[in-house]
């Protein structure tokens, strides 16, 4: 049987739902196919992959074609300490956002926070995630996953966008989602994808201690983030906020409808709790 082409992002934050399957730690028929989320979206869409943990409003432009892997998510409810929008003026008065190209949801939701919260529609420059010269080249730097959260520079000036959306609405965000084609992704594949976020988050310590050795970060410093600063389970309080999302998203003219919310559906009662 031919593997299914799975897309993934090498950041911590994924950890949790691609470990067991990177390390075979749960019986799978995936190939993972490793880039960043803005291009894993574009290898989904030209159907160059079965399916990715791709960015939210990826799925909300293409909802038509498109079905999610239920209980499962990358989202935060408060501080997310990996999406971080550093500023070097104040910030009613900047003009320009340099912005991670690995990013697409997290430059809409900065869009959302900036306007929303501080009455400002400046102009986004997408940029390597380098912080000095993004700041550099525009007012403020939109850094995401890794180069945010292990941003050496100590540069202090900046607000956490998952911090940020809590405030604004009290709801999660949801970032990312385990997203296909309804003929995609069979049922034993949806499985093994719950059955790897099962293992990762009862194999956090592990995980964390991995990432300290990678990262040469405390150990506490990697599990309070994938405990603490993030969660992987999508419930009804998620769905609510990628509703609200996908709202202002709307709103905002960012995409033409708002999109049904659409799992794939099979009879084991495992995908319904």
């Known amino acids: ?13 994924a950890k949790p739902l691609i470990y067991a399957i990177e390390k075979n730690k749960i019986p799978h028929n995936f190939e993972l196919v490793y880039d960043i989320p803005s291009q894993i979206a574009i290898k989904l869409l030209n159907k160059e992959i079965n399916a990715g943990l791709v960015p939210s409003i990826h799925y909300a432009k293409y909802s038509v074609k498109y079905r999610i892997v239920p209980s499962i998510c990358i989202a935060s409810h408060g501080a997310v300490n990996s999406i971080r929008l550093y500023f070097r003026k104040d910030l009613k008065d900047i003009k320009t956002v340099a912005t991670d190209i690995s990013s697409m949801t997290s430059v809409i939701l900065a869009r959302i926070i900036l306007s ?9 420059i997408a940029m390597n995630p ?5 700041l550099s080249k525009a007012d403020a730097a939109l850094l995401i996953g890794d180069h945010a959260l292990f941003e050496e520079s100590g540069y202090e000036s ?3 966008l998952g911090d940020e959306w809590d405030d604004l609405t009290g709801l999660p ?7 296909g084609r309804r003929e995609s992704l069979s049922q034993e594949d949806v499985m093994s994808l719950i059955n ?3 293992y990762g988050i009862q194999n956090i310590d592990v995980i964390s201690d991995e990432a300290s050795e990678r990262y040469g970060v405390d ?3 990697c599990k309070a983030y994938l405990t603490q600063n993030l969660h992987y389970d999508l419930g009804e309080a998620e769905i609510n906020g990628m509703k609200e999302f996908f709202t202002y998203a709307f709103y905002y003219g960012i995409i033409e409808f708002i999109p049904e919310i659409k799992f794939y559906e099979f009879e084991n009662e495992v995908l319904k709790k």
């Open 196 to 198: 790897a976020k099962k």
């Open 1 to 13: 049987m031919p593997r299914a082409k799975l897309g993934v992002f090498d950041f911590l934050n």
């Open 116 to 124: 929303e919260k501080y009455s400002v529609n400046p102009k986004f």
């Open 219 to 221: 150990f506490e410093f």
């Open 173 to 179: 965000f949801v970032y990312a989602l385990w997203v």
């Open 130 to 134: 380098d912080l000095a010269v993004m």
């Open 158 to 160: 900046y607000i956490d």
